[in-house]
């Protein structure tokens, strides 16, 4: 039983670290569509040097959302490493996908915009951000062990209260927040002062 709550205690964190990393991805998705097509519309610029320049805005975002909130936890005793990391990695991220682009634009002879948006936006940043997404997690921003510890504790105290909670005073009836249903009414009322 011990060995399926370990493995389900991983999976539950991978789970939210990966929902946080797509939702950060997501706002740097959009950073990136826009500054590439601002670059190429607007400005005039190349395609890859549009896409170099919408990639390398967009990886400044994604810094401040990965180190603020996804992986808020990990150990920050070495940010010059972690800087130096992230955009050496972020940076093969880059090249990754426009070299996809480029590889659409200059050797497949697919120029139209649509053509250059699917090119660097849906498949070259796919395949970046799987790339990315194991490069962050696996040497950039690693967690300290007194990290894991801690979040590991709250999420075993977590379950506990919520099956305790189940069964207990409220007659095997537990409320939304797996807490009795008594309780529950209380906690609403502190909530509600």
């Known amino acids: 039983m011990s060995e399926w709550r370990g493995v389900r205690s991983r999976l539950e964190r991978l789970v939210r670290e990966l929902a946080k990393f797509g939702t950060v991805g997501a706002f740097g998705f959009l950073v990136n569509v826009a500054v ?64 996809v682009l480029a590889l659409s634009h200059y050797g497949l002879d697919y120029t139209s915009p649509l053509a250059d948006n699917i090119a660097k936006n849906v498949i070259g940043l796919g395949i970046g951000t799987v790339f990315r997404f194991w490069s962050y997690r696996t040497w950039v921003f690693r967690d300290s062990d007194a990290a894991r510890e801690r979040e590991e504790a709250a999420l075993a105290e977590a379950r506990e209260r919520r099956a305790a909670g189940a069964g207990s005073r409220s007659g095997g009836r537990a409320g939304v927040a797996g807490l009795p249903a008594q309780e529950e009414r209380e906690d609403r009322r502190v909530l509600l002062k």
């Open 36 to 99: 590439f097509n601002l670059c190429i519309h607007t400005l005039g610029l190349a395609t890859v040097r549009s896409g170099v320049i919408a990639t390398a805005v967009a990886i400044g975002t994604n810094y401040v959302g990965n180190r603020y909130w996804t992986y808020r936890h990990s150990d920050k005793s070495r940010v010059h490493r972690e800087v130096s990391l992230f955009l050496l990695f972020s940076g093969i991220g880059m090249v990754i996908e426009n070299g």
